[in-house]
């Protein structure tokens, strides 16, 4: 195995979790994260002779890399919504590392979200990013950042507190 494969080999092991869970918050068929994590790390390993850590982390650079992927997947698919997080995702996703939520009430609190609400959370805590990580790649401003991912965490336990006390509360 060269220097450089063996390199990228560490990047996978290190990162493929990360990139699975980013998938598994925005999808719910397994077999599609799955699909399209492969696919990341394919498309990774083709372009990591010109991989630059003084742009961005392996990390970053591979969450951009999932995330466009994610983009052609929709692109494609018109006819099926990316609205993931549904019960499917609680019955599909078993592997003891993934990140992805698997309560079915966090799952429906999750759907209620908008859609930037609900990246912004899987780049936080599906990709383990850093509010600066998240504000580089989808261009909008750390503060920005801050307030979405707050505003969605609170919108989340407010929403989860309704269903304990059994009362819906409006999205």
């Known amino acids: 195995m060269s220097r450089g494969q063996s390199s990228f080999a560490r990047v ?17 068929d397994r077999e599609t994260v799955e699909d399209l994590t492969q696919a990341t790390f394919e498309r990774a390993l083709r372009a990591w002779s010109r991989f630059d ?6 990390r970053t650079w591979l969450l951009s890399i999932a995330q466009n992927l994610l983009i052609d997947h929709a692109r494609r698919d018109r006819s ?22 698997g309560s079915p009430e966090l799952l429906g609190a999750l759907a209620q979200l908008s859609g930037r609400e609900r990246e912004l959370l899987a780049l936080r805590f599906g990709g383990d990013l850093t509010g600066a990580e998240i504000a580089r ?5 750390l503060a920005n950042v801050q307030q ?6 609170r919108k989340l336990r407010m929403l989860l507190a309704g269903e304990q006390s059994g009362h819906q509360i409006p999205a």
């Open 12 to 28: 996978y092991d290190e990162h493929v979790w990360r990139v699975y869970a980013f998938l598994a918050y925005r999808l719910g």
């Open 137 to 141: 790649l989808t261009g909008l401003t």
């Open 148 to 153: 979405i991912t707050s505003r969605s965490l």
């Open 53 to 58: 850590s003084r742009r961005a982390s392996e």
């Open 80 to 101: 099926a919504l990316i609205d993931p997080l549904d019960e499917r995702l609680t019955q599909s996703l078993a592997a003891p590392e993934e990140r992805a939520a």
